[in-house]
C-alpha cells in the first residue's frame, strides 16, 4: 500500500515519520497506555525510535499495519496513534481489519480519537473494500470501549483467555462495525470514494 494522508476538520492523519520518535515516546510514558496496549512496558527512546523509522513503513510497504499519527491542525502536536492492524484478512472473502488506537493524555477528551477513527474507518470501508471491522481491547480498557461505542461499533461479546500479556491469560471484549453502520457519514479529505462496488451480499440471522 502507498502510503495516504487523510484530514479533517481539526486533524491531520499521515504516517509516522522518524522526527516523531521524541514525541511518541513522551506519549508513551503514561502509564495507561503502557497498560492497556500492546507497546514494550517500560518504554523507551529506541522503543519509538523502531516503530516509527522501521516497523510502520515496514507495515504500510508489507500491507501487515496502517499506522498513523493524528497531528492537529491548530499547532501541530501529536494527539495519538489510529491504525489499521491484523491486516492478514484484508485481501481475503473476509475482508476483515481490525482497529486500534491510542492518545496522548494530555488530548484526551477532545473528541480527537473519534474524529480521527471516523476518517480511517471510512478510508477503510470505501477504499480498501473492508467489509467487516473489528475493534478487540482487554476486557477492563473502558476508555477504549467508550471510544468504539461512540463510533457505533456493535459490542459482541467476551473472548475468554484470548490475550496472553506477561505470562497470564486475559478476556479480551470484541465488537464489531459495517459499513452500513456509517451510512450517510462524510468521508475525510483524501478518500477516494467508494471502491467496493462488489461488496460481499450479507445475509444477516433472523433469530
Known amino acids: 500500500m502507498e502510503p495516504v494522508t487523510l ?3 481539526r486533524l491531520v492523519l499521515r504516517p509516522f515519520e522518524p522526527s516523531d520518535a521524541p514525541a511518541v515516546h513522551a506519549a508513551c510514558q503514561e502509564p495507561g497506555i503502557q497498560r492497556w496496549t500492546a ?3 517500560p518504554y523507551g527512546l529506541a522503543d519509538a525510535e523502531q516503530f516509527t523509522g522501521t516497523s510502520v513503513p515496514e507495515g504500510w510497504r508489507d500491507d501487515t499495519a496502517y499506522d498513523f499519527a493524528v497531528i492537529t491542525r491548530a499547532d501541530g502536536a501529536l494527539a495519538g496513534a489510529m491504525g489499521l492492524v491484523r491486516l492478514d484478512r484484508l485481501r481475503t472473502p473476509e475482508r476483515q481489519a481490525e482497529l486500534g488506537f ?3 493524555k ?3 477528551g477532545r473528541g ?4 480521527a ?3 480511517v474507518l471510512r478510508w477503510a470501508f470505501d477504499d480498501l473494500g473492508v467489509e ?3 475493534w478487540h481491547a482487554e476486557a477492563g480498557n473502558e476508555g477504549s470501549r467508550a471510544v468504539a461505542r461512540k463510533l457505533g461499533f456493535r459490542m459482541e461479546g467476551t473472548l475468554r483467555a484470548k490475550l496472553v500479556r506477561e505470562g497470564t491469560r486475559r478476556d479480551v471484549w470484541i465488537g464489531s462495525l459495517l459499513p452500513s453502520d456509517l451510512a450517510g457519514q462524510p468521508g475525510p479529505s483524501g478518500s477516494r470514494g467508494p471502491a467496493a462496488l462488489d461488496a460481499t451480499p450479507y445475509l444477516p440471522y433472523p433469530g
Open 117 to 119: 477513527a471516523r476518517a
Open 106 to 108: 494530555e488530548r484526551r
Open 112 to 115: 480527537y480519537t473519534v474524529e
Open 39 to 41: 507497546v514494550p512496558s
Open 102 to 104: 491510542w492518545t496522548a
Open 132 to 134: 467487516r471491522m473489528e
Open 7 to 9: 484530514t479533517t476538520e
